[in-house]
């Protein structure tokens, strides 16, 4: 069974960093482009930032563009998110999710999600 799983969140003061880890299992993450969304309370999913398959492209949304860095090493099936320079509105639960194709995944149309890990911003 294919699964995605997330680490690394925490509360964190405004202006710090945290790297999350997206880890699979049951399948090889090479085979997809991967996406990190995340979910406020009481707001709407909002997509973060998405890596193609061979992590030649990548995109990130407004609100993280400078901040975030998204990478991947293929050969430890793991994808990162670098977040520096952490605001409050950052926020949010923190997904991973897997598309078999990158136009998908710059739609944010995945086929596969993790649990998500907590990410808190505040002093």
């Known amino acids: 069974q294919l699964q995605l799983v997330e680490s690394g969140g925490g509360l964190v003061q405004p202006g710090g960093s945290l790297r999350l880890s997206c880890a699979a299992a049951?399948?090889?993450?090479?085979?997809?482009?991967i996406g990190w969304i995340r979910q406020a309370p009481g707001k709407e999913r909002e997509g973060v930032s998405c890596?193609?398959?061979?992590?030649?492209?990548?995109s990130y949304a407004d609100s993280v563009k400078g901040r975030f860095t998204i990478s991947r090493d293929n050969g430890k099936n793991t994808v990162y998110l670098e977040m520096n320079n952490l605001k409050p509105e950052d926020t949010g639960n923190y997904y991973c999710?897997?598309?078999?194709?990158?136009?998908?995944?710059?739609?944010?149309?995945?086929?596969?999600w993790g649990q998500g890990t907590q990410v808190t911003v505040s002093s």
């Open positions: 890596i193609s398959k061979d992590g030649g492209s990548r």
């Open positions: 999710a897997a598309a078999d194709d990158f136009l998908k995944a710059l739609l944010y149309e995945f086929e596969h």
């Open positions: 049951g399948f090889t993450l090479d085979d997809y482009s």
